[in-house]
């Protein structure tokens, strides 16, 4: 019968993770740190523009919320008192980036200074679009005549 023998590699030979635990130097190396602190730099970069862009969304919806509250209110207060009511469009909606496309114009203009959006009180109020221009995005509403209520409502998010 033969006798086999197990030859040991050299310790010079054995693999690095064997050399660390027999001395008692467990750790990473400097690539692996780099890589782990790159993903956690990435993931927190994502997070970051998430939750701008849903900020500024929501201070676009702010906005628009408030816009469509002062309208109906306006409608309210022309059907309650029997006597139309002239809303300064400018003063009204405290925007200076603010745009207006009245019925029959093609494009959004610039708000003119005094110029009034009226409501009647029979419940109507003339049909307008309405264009604001934040630093978040832009909102664009357009006003049914019989409500007074937005029945278009683009919330357009920058970024």
């Not at 419940?123 to 679009?129: A, D, L, Y």
């Amino acid at each position: 019968m033969t006798k086999v023998s197990l030859v040991r590699a050299p310790r010079a030979h054995r693999s690095r993770t064997l050399r660390s635990a027999a001395s008692g130097h467990a750790g990473f190396t400097l690539v692996e740190v780099i890589v782990a602190l790159s993903i956690a730099m990435l993931l927190i970069g994502v997070a970051s523009l998430s939750i701008t862009g849903v900020a500024a969304e929501n201070e676009l919806r702010r906005a628009a919320s408030a816009i469509e509250i002062t309208t109906r209110d306006s409608l309210m207060k022309a059907i309650s008192s029997y006597s139309p009511v002239q809303l300064d469009i400018a003063s009204a909606f405290g925007a200076s980036n603010l745009q207006v496309r009245r019925f029959g114009e093609k494009q959004f203009r610039k708000v003119k200074k005094g110029e009034t959006w009226e409501f009647s009180p029979t419940g109507v109020c003339e049909p307008i679009e309405i264009r604001v221009e934040m630093a978040g995005g832009s909102i664009e509403m357009g006003f049914d005549p019989l409500t007074g209520c937005a029945r278009k409502r683009n919330i357009i998010v920058k970024g």
